[in-house]
């Protein structure tokens, strides 16, 4: 099984950081190869909404820019690591760019017939997606923390394309590599990589 992993947070160490390197543990306890990408690192621009992408679903994104290397892993993976810190009540602006991206994974037919209400099927590289997720945040509680609504975004956009979101890690740490004083947190982490990675 091939995995992509995504770390949404400019912290290299960082609590996301930390969560994805163990879920990424766990998967690769199960068997699968992971690619890991920190967005923070890459040069990535956000959608210009052109509909370049729209002939196809293997036409590719008309910005060049590293996503371009990101979009060739997404088309041939199978699952997907994602991680986040939550950035005023949400996903961070790495992770948020990321996901509006994914906008170029669909070909023309896909906007209409890919709806979960509509039940159609149309094409999408991700589509059918399997995906686990990782959140840090400051605030003990996620939903005054926005958690929530990071939470919600990666669930809907894996339910507009069928996906499936197999389990969240949550984790209160605001200091940079304070989950790491959280081994539940970690083995959680860890467990939920290995449940990705076997299906």
Request: with cysteine; aromatic share 8%; net charge negative.
């Amino acid at each position: 099984m091939k995995i992509v992993a995504i770390v949404g947070s400019p912290r290299h160490g960082g609590n996301t950081d930390i969560l994805v390197d163990h879920m990424i543990a766990g998967a690769k306890r199960a068997g699968a190869s992971v690619t890991k990408y920190f967005l923070n690192d890459m040069h990535l621009r956000p959608c210009q909404g052109c509909d370049g992408c729209r002939p196809d679903v293997e036409q590719p994104c008309v910005i060049d820019d590293d996503m371009q290397a990101i979009h060739r892993d997404l088309r041939h993976c199978h699952a997907l690591i994602l991680g986040s810190p939550i950035y005023w009540f949400g996903l961070s602006a790495q992770f948020a760019i990321f996901l509006d991206r994914w906008y170029a994974l669909g070909g023309s037919t896909s906007l209409t017939t890919l709806s979960p209400s509509k039940g159609g099927d149309g094409d999408h590289a991700l589509k059918g997606i399997r995906a686990a997720l990782a959140l840090a945040y400051a605030d003990a509680d996620p939903f005054v923390s926005g958690a929530l609504n990071a939470y919600c975004t990666v669930r809907d956009s894996l339910n507009w394309l069928k996906g499936t979101l197999v389990g969240c890690v949550y984790a209160s740490a605001g200091d940079p590599g304070e989950v790491r004083s959280q081994p539940e947190i970690l083995s959680q982490a860890e467990a939920l990589g290995e449940k990705l990675a076997s299906p």
